[in-house]
């Protein structure tokens, strides 16, 4: 234990280190990275604000309170699952990223300023484009790209934000805020670009499939989870933020039914899980932010349980689309297992992580009376079997089989999956352990007669549909395809107008110089005529006759001379 | 092992590749459902009857369809950007 450090240091200077570790050394360091963090995290004084005094600057690098402490403990919770979950992978770039990427984040979720808040965020996010990258496709890099610039452009909000906010106020503390100034509202589009709000949302889809196996649920860990603190911290009863989450639980779910690629659906759903905390944010108060915060962190367990699946099929049959994939449960049963466990847990069965916190939601929503609101995330819940919880499973694992046939997943996957898979079942059938952590005091009470009957109805009906559903060939079946999203507006119609622009250039200086061509070839042509071989300046006139005109014009002047 | 698990083992015959015992899941989930449904029977609220088993159900089958509607907007070949 080390006073005043924030346990985020371990990480980087892990990940600085990664690339001249033997590769075991590596794995080790993986493993312990975590627990060395936690011990440290939990050592520390809550007091010491681990303050650093820079060009002029106050900067806290440590804040220990409720809300920081329960996405620093789960980041570090999550980051031992992941370093388990790659630890059979020998590319040494990745774990460096995944490293980073965590040790980011922690120091993100226990920055006391905005700055260090900023640059934690900053080293969490270039480190997790490499997890992209390192796919080492042209497709990956194009994806990495546009992830970047997103991100590029919600790190400079945040930055202006900051730098505007310390003038205003001359403090650079990062606590709750009101949407009243250009400073604030600049930090709130940059947290909501990162949150992935409806219309700035695309990156995540766009980019987080294009990641390695490995690589994509780490991604799906950190980054919005973060922007989902930020946000609770800085802007929970911001009643903005209930319109939005309401749009965005909705407005995702349409696209994760219709795609094909399963890593994709699963960041559909991701981000309309993100919605649903918004809701809660937005609402304020001691359920609806503990709601949020809870969905948070049973989120990054389930969501990131059902991309490790996903991510072991695509391991083993090198592809995660449901066009290709059907019947896995013969060679894969154990990964089948817990996928089912992770999809129990998103769409939210009694018994899983999902129940306990997306109802404190659903009922801090019903309580304050934002009846349209309600319904909309209800309709969310009563879809989720059809867009991830049932879709999922089936499409990989049951539903028809394309006759693949693959080893089961590597063991470190499998303890991986099965330490997530555990979790949720440990969270769902005893919710206390989460609900200890959560920042207020909670008196809700998930498991009552009425909760469980009325979400087992909702749940069971949706089933009832789902399989009429699919056996009446209505369900919409896994083709070879991608859908339009708002990326569609930077990768089609920016390019678009980009090369009508350059045809209308050249079409242009095509005519400039064509017009100029002929303006020279009029004015040669001119030239000629006068001073050509035939032109009239150009004439040879006989000796004789000048002689003669000479003559005349002296006999002229004579003549007027005298006259 | 039985000869049922060895079956199993080697890919020929699985559970779930019997249409019977397709069939028999699908009655347990009906079952359930009407269990289910009739245990709304023991709450004491002024619900409809049977409010969330109905949303359930409507809200999904309409949700898939206007999906569906949007499918033939949004779809394009995989290559589309490439």
Not at chain 1, 102 to 131: K, N
Not at chain 2, 9 to 23: I, K, Q, T
Not at chain 2, 33 to 47: G, I, N, P, S
Not at chain 2, 53 to 60: N, T
Request: aromatic share 12%; net charge neutral; charged share 15%.
């Amino acid at each position: 234990m080390i006073d005043g450090l924030t346990p985020a240091v371990f990480f980087i200077a892990g990940g600085l280190l990664a690339p001249f570790l033997h590769i075991h050394a590596l794995r080790i360091l993986m493993l312990a990275l975590p627990v060395a963090g936690l011990v440290q995290l939990y050592g520390l004084d809550p007091a010491d604000a681990g303050a650093y005094h820079l060009v002029g600057l106050d900067l806290i690098t440590l804040r220990i309170d409720a809300l920081g402490l329960v996405f620093a403990t789960i980041f570090h919770i999550v980051s031992f699952i992941l370093a388990l979950y790659a630890l059979h992978e020998r590319d040494r770039l990745q774990h460096a990223a995944m490293l980073m990427t965590a040790g980011g984040a922690i120091g993100a979720s226990l920055a006391g300023d905005l700055i260090t808040l900023f640059l934690f965020w900053e080293v969490a996010t270039f480190a997790s484009v490499f997890l992209i990258w390192a796919q080492r496709t042209e497709r990956a890099c194009g994806a990495g790209m546009r992830f970047l610039l997103f991100q590029g452009a919600a790190g400079l909000l945040l930055l202006s934000g900051a730098v505007l906010l310390l003038s205003e106020t001359g403090s650079l503390a990062f606590s709750h805020m009101r949407l009243e100034s250009l400073a604030t509202w600049s930090i709130f589009l940059g947290f909501g670009v990162k949150c992935a709000f409806p219309l700035l949302h695309n990156w995540l889809a766009d980019a987080y499939p294009e990641a390695t196996v490995t690589g994509a649920p780490v991604l799906a860990s950190f980054s919005t989870k973060l922007a989902i603190y930020a946000l609770a911290r800085g802007f929970s009863g911001e009643e903005l933020l209930i319109t939005i989450g309401a749009v965005m639980a909705v407005f995702p779910m349409f696209y994760a039914l219709i795609e094909n690629d399963l890593r994709r659906v699963l960041c559909y759903s991701l981000n309309n899980q993100l919605g649903f905390m918004l809701v809660g944010i937005g609402v304020g108060g001691a359920l609806a932010v503990n709601g949020a915060i809870a969905h948070a962190v049973t989120n990054i367990l389930f969501k990131g349980l059902l991309l490790m699946s996903v991510g072991a099929v695509m391991l083993r049959t090198g592809s995660a689309r449901a066009s290709d994939l059907g019947g896995l449960y013969k060679s894969m049963p154990w990964t089948t297992g817990f996928c089912l466990v992770g999809a129990a847990s998103i769409s939210a069965f009694p018994l899983f992580a999902g129940f306990v916190s997306k109802g404190m939601i659903l009922a801090a929503t019903a309580e304050s009376g934002h009846w349209l609101v309600w319904l909309a995330l209800m309709f969310a819940a009563a879809g989720i079997l059809h867009y991830t919880g049932a879709k999922i499973p089936y499409f990989a694992f049951f539903g028809q089989d394309r006759g693949v046939r693959c080893q089961e997943a590597p063991g470190n996957m499998l303890a991986a999956m099965g330490l997530a898979a555990g979790l949720c079942l440990l969270i769902g059938i005893y919710p206390p352990l989460l609900y200890g952590m959560l920042p207020y005091e909670v008196e809700f009470v998930s498991y009552t007669f009425d909760h469980v009957v009325t979400q087992m109805q909702l749940l069971l009906f949706s089933a009832l549909a789902f399989a009429f559903l699919v056996r009446k060939g209505i369900y919409p079946s896994a083709l070879r395809s991608v859908n339009l999203d708002t990326d569609w507006f930077y990768r089609r119609l920016l390019p678009a107008i980009g090369r009508y622009g350059e045809r209308l250039l050249t079409h242009l200086t095509g005519g400039l110089r064509r017009a100029g061509e002929m303006l020279m070839r009029q004015g040669f042509r001119l030239l000629y005529r006068v001073h050509g071989p035939r032109g009239v300046l150009a004439r040879t006139v006989p000796g004789s006759v000048t002689m003669l005109w000479v003559l005349v014009l002296l006999a002229g002047v004579l003549v007027l001379y005298y006259v | 092992m039985t000869e049922e698990n060895k079956a199993g083992l080697e890919g020929e015959a699985y559970w779930l590749d019997d249409p019977a015992n397709f069939d028999r899941m699908m009655y347990a989930l009906y079952a359930l459902c009407a269990v289910f449904l009739l245990l709304d029977l023991l709450m004491e609220h002024d619900r409809l009857f049977g409010f969330y088993a109905w949303f359930g159900l409507i809200a999904s089958i309409g949700f898939v369809l206007a999906a569906k509607v949007l499918r033939l907007l949004l779809m394009r070949p995989e290559d589309y950007y490439d």
